[in-house]
């Protein structure tokens, strides 16, 4: 079968197989987050913010991109990746500042603890305290806290949504909408792209497993944890969510059982796989025409709030 991989993609992963298709599996913990703070020279411009600071909500550290010093302005809370055991607003910066200028919203992005370090729950009691407080504070920050859309990408897409699914069972408030960049759902790694994706395309299976193993830090039973397995949840009631996946991702397939499992839960659910491109892509917007139109896409949903 022949393979079509976007250019700027297709020079990474050609790169990527010439070196021995390293995995950062064989990294150590801090070679593994600094790897991924270097990567960010490829995530494309970078537009000036009006203001951003970092502040603690619930004492959860965030830092808040106001693009403009518009009144009420909705907000979006964005649920960063990493494999649970990297990962912040500074690699994710560029993503977030395009979001927010694109959108006009104020950004809001959690620094939840990370394993090994840390193990679960911890990620996802931080990103679900910092949400509550954003909800009752952000006001301060000149935001309209009525309308809230989450957006997370892997790891961030499973915090996203586990959270949205915890202040569901709460009976709280829920997002306006989530949007959902190729998720991490199945700690096992059960689905034919694990399979046939999982070697050849820089993120690999090994790369993504080890951060659920990592984040659970128990034996094999520990991956049985019911928030860690979205898939087999009960999604009724979830507002509408929009899925992001990569035509060459380990994830493919299980962002698009999401999908099919939303739908089936009676949730107004959209779906969209790009062609040519990996998991990771999203970051990758200085050589991916795909990111930027990722990044425009995901901005004029969330902008839709405004209107």
Not at 55 to 61: F, P, V
Not at 109 to 123: D, G, M, N, Q, S
Request: aromatic share 10%; charged share 20%; hydrophobic share 40%.
């Amino acid at each position: 079968m022949t393979i079509f991989l976007e250019l700027g993609i297709k020079e990474l992963v050609e790169e990527f197989q010439a070196n021995g298709k390293p995995c950062a599996t064989t990294q150590t913990i801090a070679a593994r987050r600094t790897g991924y703070v270097s990567s960010t020279v490829l995530a494309g411009k970078s537009p000036a913010m009006h203001s951003e600071f970092v502040d603690e909500l619930n004492g959860i550290q965030v830092k808040v991109y106001k693009p403009t010093n518009e009144p009420n302005l909705p907000v979006t809370v964005y649920f960063h990746g990493g494999c649970f055991v990297s990962g912040g607003y500074e690699t994710h910066d560029a993503q977030i500042r395009q979001i927010a200028a694109l959108s006009n919203t104020i950004v809001i992005c959690i620094k939840y603890r990370l394993a090994p370090e840390f193990v679960y729950p911890a990620a996802h009691d931080d990103v679900y305290n910092a949400v509550l407080a954003i909800k009752t504070e952000a006001d301060k920050y000149g935001a309209d806290t009525d309308k809230i859309v989450f957006v997370g990408d892997s790891a961030g897409g499973q915090l996203a949504l586990a959270t949205s699914l915890r202040l569901k069972h709460a009976k709280q408030w829920l997002p306006c909408q989530q949007i959902l960049i190729y998720p991490m759902l199945d700690p096992k790694g059960r689905s034919a792209s694990y399979k046939s994706n999982g070697t050849d395309y820089i993120i690999t299976a090994k790369m993504l497993l080890s951060g659920f193993e990592m984040y659970v830090a128990g034996p094999q039973s520990a991956l049985d944890i019911a928030e860690l397995n979205l898939l087999d949840a009960d999604l009724s009631g979830l507002p509408s969510t929009t899925i992001i996946t990569a035509e060459f991702d380990p994830l493919c397939d299980e962002g698009e059982q999401l999908y099919k499992l939303l739908r089936t839960h009676g949730v107004e659910a959209y779906c969209q796989r790009y062609l040519g491109v990996i998991h990771g892509f999203f970051q990758l917007a200085g050589v991916s025409d795909s990111a930027k139109q990722c990044i425009s896409s995901i901005a004029y949903q969330i902008s839709r709030l405004s209107r």
